[in-house]
């Protein structure tokens, strides 16, 4: 991990802020990386850190957990999940995927012309966000209250 994440998370854990909020910024944060609504992830987090007074760096940690590197195979395999749930629509035919082709217009041009899918992939999405948030937020309340409770052992020791 670069120390520049490393800090980061230091700095997200050492505030005075308890384990359960910064627990439930990066979740949310988290279900936001994996929502449907590309390209306006960051805006989101940051508005729902604002409204509810949340961490706002927390919670952009969580909201670029989803990256350029891990956004097609998830999309796709979320996209799946939702045909799986919802059944394909008829007469649709997928683009073979992949980091070459979404660079293409011709992808996209398919892509708009199959419309119909979108309601798979906005369901497989949605239902893969909630429960990768709900893994989340387990696993963050437990590293943050350990980490924030190490810490004050250092302090008294010190």
Known sequence: MSSYITGLLKKIVSTDETPKRLALSFTIGTFLSF????????????SIAYLFHLNRTAMVVGV????????VPYYAFA???G?????????????????R?????AFWMQIMAEWRILIPAVVGSLVLALLIALVTYPIMLHLIGRYQKQ???RAQVE
């Open 35 to 46: 929502s449907p609504p590309l390209g306006i992830h960051t805006i989101l987090g940051l």
């Open 64 to 71: 670029y957990l989803n990256n350029p590197w891990t956004i």
């Open 79 to 81: 996209t799946w999940v």
């Open 83 to 99: 045909i799986k749930i919802t059944g394909m629509p008829e007469g649709v035919q997928m683009p073979h995927v992949g980091l």
């Open 101 to 105: 082709e979404i660079m293409t217009r």
């Open 151 to 153: 810490r004050r052992l």
